[in-house]
Structure formats: C-alpha cells, structure tokens
C-alpha cells in the first residue's frame, strides 16, 4: 500500500464520502481515513431527508413563552444537560445574536443558493450509483394537530414559494386521513412538502457514495485522525498500514472536528445537538405511507429499512456524556397515540450529534492559518442533504476551479479562531 497521498480526507461520514469522491474525480490522489465503515457514525441516524426546501436553518427561538417552556426542560422538542448549557453558553449567545430576524434573513439569502443544488448533487451521485431503490421522490409532510400550527405552517409555505420558489401542497385533515388511513387522531391540515427527496437507509447511500469514490481511484484506510501532525512537507496520520503522509488534509469530522482544531491552534465556535432514533415494527395490518413530521409532537416517523424510525429534536449535552433517552421515550408515547407502533426493533435508541455553528452555516474551505489544510464541517441540521453539495464547493476551491457559488458566506476565516 501507498503510504503517500496528495489529499487525506478525514471523517467517513456523508460529508468526508463526498468530499473525498468529488476531489477523487478531478483526478487528485486520495485517502479517505477514518476509524469505521463509511456511514456509521453521525450520518447513519437522520430522518432521511434531501431537503432541497430547507432554505432557512433552524434558528435559536426568539419567542419569551416558547423559551420559558424549553427552560422547564419538559417537552418533547428540546432537553438540556444544565452542566452542557453552561459549558456552550458563548456558542448558544452568538446562536441567538444571529436568529435576531434582519441578521437571520441575510443568512437565510446566503444558505438558500447553497442548499437549492442539493437535489441536483444528490441525483447525479444516486443516478450513477444506482441507488435509486434507497429514495422515494414524492417529498415528506408536515402534520398540524392544531388549527393555529396549521395556519402558521399555510403561512411559512406561502412565503417560502414566493421568496424562493417552494413548491407545496396545503393538505385538509380528510386528505390526510385518506393518505395515512392508520393515523389514530384528528389533524387540523398538514403541508406536503412536495419536492425533496427521503432516504430509507442514509447510511446505504453513504455505503453507495463510497463506492463512486473507489471506482474513481480513491482508497481508504482505517486511521485515527487525532494522530494528525504536521511536517515541512504536509501532514501525517496514523493508519492500519503505518504513517501516512499527504500534502493537503481536509477535516470532516462532524461532531469531533473541534476536537482536532483546537489542537492545531482554531476556536471556532462550534456545539453540538445531540439526538436520537428508534425503530419500531408497525402494529399488524397497519402502513405509513409517508415520512411524517409532527411539528406539536416534535418528532418524525419516517418508514425506513430497518423499520418505522422515531427521530427526537434536540439534546444539548457533553458530546460523548452517557445516553439519556428522556425524548425519546417521551416522543415514543406521544407517537404511540398517534400511529400504531409495535415493539422497537432494536434493543436500544442509537444516538448521535449534530455538529452546528452560531451562524447556521456549515464551515467551507481553506483554514485560516494553514495553506494546506482544508474544513467541511458544522452543516448542523443538513448534514445528509448538504454533503454532495458542500464537497463539490470543496473541491473546486482546493482544485482553483470556479465555485459554482458564493464560497464566501462558508468560509472559515468568518469566525475570529
């Protein structure tokens, strides 16, 4: 084995995957590392969603009874580690500084372009993959127990399609019946948002990524991307086959990568948003249909491979603290008197974290302080839609390529570390 590379790509996930294969492909050697089976981490646990839609980022509310609520750490939505709230106060100041509506707008301008070629990126990957039995193309719906939650939602997809060309359908409650006939309660209505793709099986698509950057010429070795050192040439990690060298790195970490900035002299404001899933066998003779989200509930249910996966919202935690399943077992008894579940399928919830910036973009590009070593990290609540998408914009500043967007809005000189 080669022990020398142009470019060490480090994290597996769907962001490293996509990276690595999109550098791959403009004829550059590369090493994707990592210390699992590509997919197995962060990008394995999502609600499977392409969200071509999601032009605004999830914002730090802002609404003085909407917060006093969460502060009572007792809904569905939202749970805190008190301990984890002290520790990320500077990072959730700024979360909230940037949700302030003229500042979120302008970042919503800048992410809209970016997230609107998601789809495209991922059809191409899918289509020469021959993934397509891992997506469904008919979009996902947002549910509304209530009349106010259903007028807010008509409200938000109105103006989602003028400013940005959305496309949506407006769902009265029989409708909905009629399209989930086992759903056990009344709704007031529900928004179909009708263009994003879903995913039965993120990390099958991740695995099928994978496969597009081997057959381009890429290879991958187990390594620990803590042994990440630099030399007068480039870099050097630790792999399964010896050191490893390369003239350029990229950090894909997810939720790990401030661990490794940090060490190489970077504060950038990153945290962390745990959450979890579970699958479940449907109760006989019952069907979902349709990726399902409860907005009041704060869930989805989404029908995947595995079974009917329960996703939870938002844990702020210590990133590797011990599981503490409380939204998920509340959301699960919430859900249970919505659809009929059966038993889970699993013997446990899995858990992972979202890795998030104050500013609700993802970090792109050439680190500050170093010519030869690159992030992609920080894509929060977008981590499966954006991948595709994040690598190619990564690709072409590292290849001197014109960037089919704006870099700058991403770049990683934004935050003062």
């Given at each position: 084995?080669?022990?020398?590379?142009?470019?060490?790509?480090?994290?597996?996930?769907?962001?490293?995957?996509?990276?690595?294969?999109?550098?791959?492909?403009?004829?550059?050697?590369?090493?994707?590392?990592?210390?699992?089976?590509?997919?197995?981490?962060?990008?394995?646990?999502?609600?499977?969603?392409?969200?071509?839609?999601?032009?605004?980022?999830?914002?730090?509310?802002?609404?003085p009874?909407?917060?006093?609520?969460?502060?009572?750490?007792?809904?569905?939505?939202t749970?805190?580690?008190?301990?984890?709230?002290?520790?990320?106060?500077?990072?959730?100041?700024?979360?909230?500084?940037?949700?302030?509506?003229?500042r979120?707008?302008?970042?919503?301008r800048?992410?809209?372009?970016?997230?609107?070629?998601?789809?495209?990126e991922?059809?191409?990957?899918?289509d020469?993959?021959?993934?397509?039995?891992?997506?469904?193309?008919?979009?996902?719906?947002?549910?509304?127990?209530?009349?106010?939650?259903?007028?807010?939602?008509?409200?938000?997809?109105?103006?989602?399609?003028?400013?940005?060309?959305?496309?949506?359908?407006?769902?009265?409650?029989?409708?909905?019946?009629?399209?989930?006939?086992h759903?056990?309660?009344?709704?007031?209505?529900?928004?179909?948002?009708q263009?994003?793709?879903?995913v039965r099986?993120?990390?099958?698509?991740?695995?099928?990524?994978f496969?597009?950057?081997?057959?381009?010429?890429?290879?991958?070795?187990?390594?620990?991307?803590?042994?990440?050192?630099?030399?007068?040439?480039?870099?050097?990690?630790?792999?399964?086959?010896?050191?490893?060298?390369?003239?350029?790195?990229?950090?894909?970490?997810?939720?790990?990568?401030?661990?490794?900035?940090?060490?190489?002299?970077?504060?950038?404001?990153?945290?962390?948003?745990?959450?979890?899933?579970?699958?479940?066998?449907?109760?006989?003779?019952?069907?979902?249909?349709?990726?399902?989200?409860?907005?009041?509930?704060?869930?989805?249910?989404?029908?995947?491979?595995?079974?009917?996966?329960?996703?939870?919202?938002?844990?702020?935690?210590?990133?590797?603290?011990?599981?503490?399943?409380?939204?998920?077992?509340?959301?699960?008894?919430?859900?249970?008197?919505?659809?009929?579940?059966?038993?889970?399928?699993?013997?446990?919830?899995?858990?992972?974290?979202?890795?998030?910036?104050?500013?609700?973009?993802?970090?792109?590009?050439?680190?500050?302080?170093?010519?030869?070593?690159?992030?992609?990290?920080?894509?929060?609540?977008?981590g499966?839609?954006?991948?595709?998408?994040?690598?190619?914009?990564?690709?072409?500043?590292?290849?001197?390529?014109?960037?089919f967007?704006?870099?700058a809005?991403?770049?990683?000189?934004?935050?003062?570390?």
């Amino acid at each position: 084995m080669n022990r020398k590379a142009e470019i060490v790509v480090l994290g597996a996930g769907i962001v490293g995957v996509s990276a690595a294969l999109h550098l791959a492909r403009r004829g550059r050697d590369v090493v994707l590392v990592d210390r699992q089976h590509p997919g197995l981490a962060t990008s394995y646990g999502n609600a499977g969603l392409i969200q071509s839609e999601g032009v605004m980022p999830h914002a730090f509310p802002r609404d003085p009874l909407l917060l006093w609520r969460y502060a009572l750490n007792a809904t569905p939505h939202t749970h805190y580690h008190l301990a984890a709230l002290v520790g990320i106060a500077p990072q959730l100041l700024q979360y909230w500084w940037h949700s302030e509506p003229k500042r979120y707008q302008a970042i919503v301008r800048s992410y809209a372009p970016f997230i609107a070629q998601s789809l495209p990126e991922h059809k191409a990957l899918i289509d020469e993959a021959g993934a397509h039995d891992l997506i469904r193309k008919n979009g996902w719906v947002q549910v509304c127990r209530s009349a106010r939650a259903r007028d807010e939602a008509f409200g938000e997809a109105e103006y989602l399609e003028a400013e940005f060309g959305v496309k949506s359908g407006r769902i009265g409650g029989d409708a909905l019946g009629r399209m989930e006939p086992h759903l056990m309660i009344s709704l007031a209505g529900a928004v179909h948002w009708q263009e994003p793709w879903t995913v039965r099986d993120p990390a099958a698509l991740t695995t099928a990524y994978f496969g597009l950057f081997g057959a381009a010429g890429g290879r991958f070795l187990s390594g620990d991307a803590r042994s990440l050192g630099d030399t007068a040439n480039g870099w050097t990690v630790s792999a399964e086959t010896g050191p490893l060298t390369a003239r350029e790195v990229v950090i894909c970490l997810g939720p790990w990568s401030g661990d490794l900035t940090r060490g190489l002299g970077y504060r950038l404001p990153l945290f962390g948003k745990r959450g979890y899933h579970r699958h479940f066998a449907p109760a006989p003779g019952a069907e979902l249909n349709n990726w399902l989200y409860d907005a009041e509930g704060g869930y989805f249910l989404t029908p995947m491979r595995a079974g009917i996966r329960l996703t939870t919202g938002v844990e702020f935690a210590r990133r590797d603290a011990p599981k503490t399943p409380v939204q998920i077992d509340r959301t699960t008894q919430i859900a249970r008197g919505f659809f009929p579940l059966g038993e889970p399928v699993e013997p446990e919830p899995w858990m992972g974290t979202r890795p998030c910036t104050p500013d609700m973009k993802p970090i792109v590009g050439r680190a500050p302080r170093h010519d030869n070593l690159w992030f992609d990290f920080g894509h929060a609540h977008h981590g499966l839609t954006l991948g595709p998408v994040s690598g190619r914009l990564l690709a072409d500043l590292m290849t001197g390529e014109t960037p089919f967007t704006d870099p700058a809005p991403f770049r990683p000189s934004r935050f003062a570390g």
